[in-house]
């Protein structure tokens, strides 16, 4: 799945608006038997309020891109629906839980600091 590319007009996944040739505003991407991307585009990267389906697992919120050490990544913030059933509230970079978070489990819930999908209890 290519989520740090940039689309362009050309892109046969990519339906929505342009602006110079790269997908920009509201946008519907499609990723085959993995999912879809539906939401806002700006410069042909994924930014903005959007609803990610991958891999059964759903990301619904506002996602951004960050850069460092030279390195793109994308940073989502809201409500993930994970296909095991459990249900985290919170941020989220590159896939992965990523500060500060609420993680449900069935009886159960997590508050706190995450950092790379693990939970860092006391980190405060």
């Known amino acids: 799945m290519r989520v740090l590319?940039?689309?362009k007009k050309t892109d046969p996944n990519y339906s929505g608006g342009f602006k110079d040739q790269l997908a920009h505003g509201f946008g519907r991407l499609d990723f085959g038997d993995y999912g879809y991307y539906e939401g806002y585009f700006i410069e042909g990267k994924i930014s903005g309020r959007g609803y990610l389906k991958v891999n059964n697992n759903i990301?619904?919120?506002?996602?951004s891109y960050i850069q460092q050490n030279n390195e793109w990544f994308y940073k989502f913030n809201g409500e993930v629906i994970y296909s095991s059933g459990e249900y985290y509230i919170g941020e989220v970079k590159n896939g992965k839980r990523d500060g500060l978070g609420k993680l449900f489990f069935k009886n159960k819930m997590v508050e706190g600091y995450f950092f790379e999908n693990e939970y860092c209890p006391g980190f405060f």
């Open 59 to 63: 990301f619904n919120g506002s996602f």
């Open 5 to 7: 590319n940039k689309y």
